[in-house]
């Protein structure tokens, strides 16, 4: 029986096959169908190709195109095909990086800029080198053979010297990215075309039935401005010509809802390109939201026992080499010099809450404080991530830390969740949110604080506190704050990419490095317990979320514009002014459109606006006392006298009420 091995299935069945037997042979064993399904095959939890030769017993998973792994698979493997269609058309262009992401795949490539028009001639060589279906294969060299293939190349030749060097590539600067020295290096080939790549990829390139190049914009090598720009090409595919249908289907309604679009359109926000990428400039119409979601977090905390601050934006480095945000998050942080001296933007507000509680010494008597702030903060992030208000290099978080007892803990993480629960339900998006339990990875200690014990400490007692609440949760490593675990409220925008709206951390670390203590009932000096959490989150990327999420169509409570009266014609102007004055003092936001322009003309313009009310006013109107109302959804409410009429939209204001077709 040397040569044979034992092959376990996920349901744990077990079955013998030869020594050396291809992961795609024993699909095909199961059934033919599986076998044309499988794109790869994860391998005592090893991903590889289905042409592998598995040489010992083994626990084997088939990948298809419906997982993680799979979709990676796949559109990698797009890649690639794009990578070999570019350099045949274009001879002298030099490849760089092609990776995965969710919403399909991309390659930067080093070659003169190509246009949208361009997309059409390389999506057409793609079909040929599908056509061919050439066989995918996957070879191990050394770092020396493998420099010189890629000699011509400088991009790949810097990658494989960073492979063999210990130093990280790309962005991510962990110590889990380190590839130890003694590893070989492998290579990809179909075909006339060899690339770089740790697989796997799938088993020849007629697999990619069904492929679209989506956009094009420029990028830097390594993400980095002072680099070679670089071309970047979009692109997602799928196994059949049906799915990719949907998904184009899906993308074009998504871009209906993008905020990044329907937010300009609606003149929310615009952008200049000589105030900076990042840095959006909230219109009119953006500023009434923010406001309304400001005054209304910061009414709400007041309600539930918060105290503000108001602290400065600009503040010593100094301070945060206390906190270690220079240690762990330096780059993601605005430092300059000035006047001898090294100041920062303030990337969060918990340092300086902190100096406001060390004012003076504290007694267990005045505990829990619990400081808010409606803080704008600063995140250098590079300019890859930057998307329209969701991710910005300034923006307003409501922010607030409540410093505590460890007896208090849990109770406040109780409110603080009611908190969030209730601005949500005022939101209207209870149902698209998810929890995440955010935990470190101590074996990155540039990342986290280094102190496992407190880490330890921190993520029981937060799985304990929310266990015990119920919260529904999924769990994520890697995703904590540097200085403690964290429970997040997730949510999707309209392309499908996961976002943090709000969030809630417990933190054992920063009271230590800040030497905060409090007087006990035995008169000793001892650490309190703080809790980070935003409550509304960062109010340009709610606002943002909260446009997608209604297409534009807010809750009247939120709603820039809540109503415009449209006159008839001029002779109306004195009554339709009458009725603004008296919703105006009503504390309604409201317009008057008295252009010389048809009525029908006027309904279209306010339904293109999202207007939640649209009041004709004309004759009859001006003989009853009323307006004849119609809303965002094109339904025709009829004639309303005007005082009960207000009398409804406050009371729709004021229970926060959300619109229902
Ligand atoms: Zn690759
Ligand atoms: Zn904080």
Redesign the pocket.
């Known amino acids: 029986m040397a040569n044979k091995i034992k092959i376990q299935f996920p349901d744990g069945s077990k079955k013998s096959f030869d020594k050396g037997v291809k992961a795609i042979d024993i699909a095909k064993d199961i059934s033919e169908g599986l076998a044309r399904a499988v794109l790869a095959a994860e391998v005592n939890n090893k991903l590889v190709d289905m042409n592998t030769k598995i040489e010992e017993n083994s626990i084997i998973n088939f990948v298809k195109f419906n997982s993680k792994a799979g979709w990676d698979t796949f559109q990698?493997?797009a890649?690639?095909v794009l990578?070999q269609a570019i350099l045949r058309l274009y001879p002298k262009a030099k490849l760089t990086i092609?990776p995965t992401i969710e919403e399909g795949f991309y390659y930067d490539i080093d070659m003169p800029p190509i246009k949208q028009e361009d997309l059409g001639k390389i999506e057409k060589e793609m079909q040929k080198v599908v056509d061919e279906n050439l066989a995918v294969s996957r070879h191990v060299v050394s770092q020396k053979k493998a420099l010189e293939m890629f000699k011509n190349n400088k991009y790949k030749v810097e990658m494989i010297k960073d492979l063999f060097s210990n130093k990280v590539t790309g962005t991510q600067k962990t110590k889990s990215s380190v590839v130890p020295k003694s590893e070989k290096i492998t290579y990809?080939e179909q075909g006339e075309f060899k690339?770089?790549?740790?697989?796997p990829?799938v088993s020849n390139t007629g697999a990619i039935k069904s492929f679209k190049l989506l956009q094009t914009s420029s990028a830097y090598w390594r993400g980095d401005a002072k680099k070679e720009s670089l071309q970047r090409i979009y692109g997602v595919a799928f196994p059949d010509k049906k799915e990719l249908k949907k998904h184009l289907f899906m993308l074009q309604e998504a871009k209906k809802r993008d905020h990044n679009k329907l937010g300009r359109e609606l003149e929310y926000f615009t952008t200049s390109e000589v105030v900076g990428k990042g840095l959006p400039l909230l219109m009119p119409k953006g500023a009434i939201v923010k406001r309304i979601l400001q005054r209304f977090i910061e009414d709400e905390e007041e309600k539930r026992g918060y105290v503000p601050t108001i602290t400065p934006v600009l503040t010593k480095s100094d301070l945060y080499k206390i906190s270690g945000h220079l240690d762990h998050y330096r780059e993601s942080m605005f430092v300059f010099e000035t006047n001898g001296e090294e100041m920062c933007l303030r990337p969060m507000t918990c340092p300086h809450q902190f100096m406001i509680y060390k004012f003076k010494k504290r007694s267990y008597r005045e505990l829990p404080i619990r400081y808010s702030e409606v803080s704008e903060l600063f995140r250098n992030e590079t300019s890859g991530e930057l998307h329209g208000l969701i991710r910005v290099r300034q923006f307003t978080l409501s922010d607030a830390h409540i410093i505590c007892r460890p007896d208090q803990l849990e109770k406040e993480f109780e409110d603080v969740l009611h908190l969030v629960e209730y601005v949500m339900d005022c939101l209207g998006i209870k149902e698209q949110v998810w929890y995440r339990f955010s935990k470190g990875d101590l074996s990155k200690p540039d990342k986290y604080i280094d102190n496992p014990k407190a880490w330890k400490q921190s993520e029981a007692t937060l799985k304990k506190i929310i266990d015990k609440l119920g919260v529904k949760y999924v769990e994520e490593e890697d995703e904590a704050a540097f200085y403690g675990p964290k429970l997040d409220v997730q949510m999707k925008n309209v392309y499908g990419k996961e976002d943090t709206l709000f969030t809630i951390q417990i933190d054992f670390a920063l009271p230590e490095k800040f030497d905060m203590t409090y007087t006990d009932e035995k008169s000793n000096s001892v650490r309190p317990m703080i809790i980070h959490r935003a409550s509304i989150g960062c109010l340009e990327r709610t606002m943002a979320l909260l446009i997608e999420h209604y297409a534009g169509k807010m809750p009247l409570w939120v709603s820039p514009i809540q109503a415009r009266i449209l006159t008839v014609s001029e002779k109306f102007t004195k009554y339709g002014q009458e009725v603004k004055d008296k919703m105006r003092a009503a504390g309604l936001r409201v317009e008057l459109d008295d252009r010389t322009e048809s009525i029908g003309k006027k309904i279209r313009d306010a339904q293109l606006e999202k207007i939640n009310y649209m009041l004709v006013v004309g004759e009859r109107e001006v003989k009853d006392k009323t307006v004849t109302a119609r809303n965002f959804f094109n339904k025709v409410l009829g004639a309303k006298k005007v005082d009960s009429f207000i009398k409804d939209l406050v009371k729709e204001v004021d229970e926060k009420r959300i619109p229902k077709e």
């Open positions: 990698h493997s890649a690639h990578a092609g990809y690339d770089l790549c740790r697989g990829h």
